[in-house]
């Protein structure tokens, strides 16, 4: 089965700076990657996501790029602000269907 | 459109007892993906359910099963209640149209706890 390792667990970045996740998978077949950002107590929320048709997404501060032959994604957050504080998760699909595997998380902390 | 919505938010319930939890599904989607999410283990696929057939299955025990309305809402029930059983159950909702994987949007959780 599919298989994610999310890299780091934590990350701490001062406001204004740049953070970045990646992730790595197994399945060679999976081809969509979608990011959640998940607030204390709060539900996992989608923030962005990339087809395996594509390298490169971005939308406002968020971009995730992806490489298929190293199969990794990564998630960059450029100009940190406080309200980035949070869990970030990847995931990857099974290659059938809406099965996500979901990595570890990223605890990110925006220090103002 | 209405987000996702779950009930019950929070449950108590003791070992040995049975749960059923529900989902309500965004308009219009007829994919309902149900997870589990505890600290130690992070967020795990329970099972998938579309047109009210389960689709896809995760690695856990019997005890947890699931079912689908012809409304999309879907419900799962747990029996035989564990400690470990102690989670937050999310469920995510989804157009489930063939040929790709969709977006998944998820719902507020229901917060079991097993004494």
């Known amino acids: 089965g599919e298989n994610v390792e999310q890299h780091p667990s934590t990350l701490s970045v001062q406001e204004g700076d740049s953070a970045v996740i990646k992730c790595t998978y197994s399945?060679?077949?999976?081809?969509?990657f979608p990011w959640y950002k998940q607030e204390l107590g709060k539900r996992p929320q989608l923030i962005i996501d990339i087809r395996s048709n594509v390298g490169e997404k971005k939308d406002q501060r968020i971009a995730v790029t992806l490489n298929k032959t190293a199969k990794h994604f990564s998630l960059h957050i450029t100009e940190t602000q406080p309200e980035d504080s949070a869990v970030y998760f990847c995931?990857?699909?099974?290659?059938?269907?809406?099965?996500?595997?979901f990595g570890g998380g990223t605890r990110v902390l925006v220090k103002p | 459109k209405a987000g996702v919505t779950q009930t019950p938010r929070y449950l108590i319930k003791t070992r040995g007892q049975q749960v059923t939890l529900s989902c309500s599904p965004i308009s219009g989607h007829r994919s309902v993906s149900w997870y589990q999410q505890t600290p130690g283990q992070g967020l795990q696929f329970l099972f998938e359910?579309?047109?009210?057939?389960?689709?896809n299955k995760g690695n856990f025990p019997g005890r947890f099963s699931g079912r689908q309305f012809s409304n999309s809402r879907s419900e799962m029930n747990v029996s035989t209640l564990e400690l470990g059983d102690s989670a937050l159950y999310l469920c995510a909702s989804s157009l489930g149209s063939s040929g790709g994987v969709n977006e998944q949007f998820f719902g507020p959780g229901t917060r079991l706890t097993v004494l």
């Open positions: 359910y579309f047109s009210e057939t389960q689709r």
């Open positions: 399945d060679s077949a999976s081809n969509y």
């Open positions: 995931a990857a699909p099974k290659a059938a269907g809406n099965k996500l595997t």
